[in-house]
């Protein structure tokens, strides 16, 4: 079903849910929960969406956030954003995050394949990529910029091991051979490759 005005007229008797869904059609909702949460033993979730897809071969199973756009848009727009803000005293003990792809593995997953996070740029016929597009844009921003460009990492990889050359991070002290391949990144406005090579010898 979609929900839309019309459709709201005609499903909804009571007026003042009728009314409130109608406001929320024309005019957007803010909604805003506090909670003085449930102790460290348990987690507290403002909202949750479960789907359980119960026939074989089924597709889909999303939440799906949709902005349309045919006109030029301003400085920014955003399907969907995760925002994480800490006040002065605020901190997570462990790991903070804005956004969590999580994805839980089983015996079952002897074909297909998976990753938490997919990123998916369409170019149909005609498309154009601006100034710049890329399968990922990284920012860092802010007075403190600085700082984490002095102690941050691009990233952080947990979980896996270096001393071994069949595992998918080794760590070697041969001598590197010549790059076979390079992949473009851009840092700073600036054009940066990363050499690669196919082979795991790197004498």
Not at 26 to 48: C, H, K
Not at 53 to 62: D, E, M, Q, S, Y
Not at 109 to 131: R, V, W
Request: glycine share 10%; charged share 15%.
């Amino acid at each position: 079903m979609t929900l839309d005005l019309n459709t709201v007229n005609q499903s909804i008797a009571d007026f003042e849910v009728k009314k409130l869904f109608a406001k929320f059609l024309q005019e957007g909702a803010s909604i805003s929960i506090s909670s003085d949460g449930n102790g460290a033993s348990s987690s507290f979730e403002s909202l949750v969406v479960n789907t359980t897809l119960t026939k074989a071969a089924a597709v889909g199973g999303r939440a799906r956030f949709e902005l349309d756009a045919n006109v030029a848009l301003g400085s920014w727009a955003n399907a969907l954003k995760a925002q994480f803000e800490l006040g002065a005293s605020g901190k997570v003990t462990g790991l903070g995050s804005a956004f969590v792809a999580e994805l839980i593995m089983s015996a079952g997953c002897n074909e297909g394949n998976y990753a938490p996070l997919e990123l998916e740029l369409g170019m149909p016929s005609g498309a154009l990529t601006g100034t710049a597009t890329a399968l990922m844009y990284l920012s860092v921003y802010g007075a403190a910029a600085g700082t984490f460009d002095d102690n941050g990492f691009l990233f952080k990889l947990a979980g896996v091991t270096g001393s071994d050359a069949a595992h998918m991070f080794d760590e070697v002290t041969e001598q590197a051979v010549a790059a076979q391949a390079r992949l473009r990144v851009n840092v700073n406005g600036t054009t940066w490759y990363i050499p690669l090579c196919d082979t795991a010898a790197l004498s």
